[in-house]
């Protein structure tokens, strides 16, 4: 990705967001992966233990396991530690519940698109990005 160009994304839950890029080396699960009082990611086992993911938009493989993730989507956006967005190459419905029910319960928008698994590296040499995701289709460029 050059430093003008725009990635295509599909749209999973639609929204705008921008900030601060956190890529994700491997897959994550919110449910005792993610701490909600640091916003930081605190799975012992993960390649990127401490990384703060509150606040940033997130850029990982997939979601990893629990369907709780949801609920801890769900109550970071309560508590304001959430992600401002999330870019996955797999598509990942428990995150995608999440972010539907925070918005419709909370008005916290919470954008997730999906790539190609191609395009993390891609990601992972920007420090910023804005994400505009409508119905079907999405667009990720940095800034």
Sequence with gaps: MTA??????????PGLASGRLAC???????WGGFDLDSGRVCDV???????????????????RGSSSSSSVLLESARLGSNPLAIILTERDPILVVGALVANDLYGVSIP????????????AGLSSVRIA????NACIEPF
């Design 24 to 30: 994700l080396s491997a897959p994550l699960s919110l």
């Design 4 to 13: 003008r160009a725009a990635l295509h994304a599909e749209c999973l839950v």
């Design 112 to 123: 997730i698109v999906c790539v190609s698994p191609g395009n993390l590296p891609e990601l």
């Design 133 to 136: 995701a409508a119905t079907g």
């Design 45 to 63: 086992n993960h390649p990127d233990r401490g990384t703060q993911i509150a606040g940033r938009i997130i850029a990982m493989p997939g979601g």
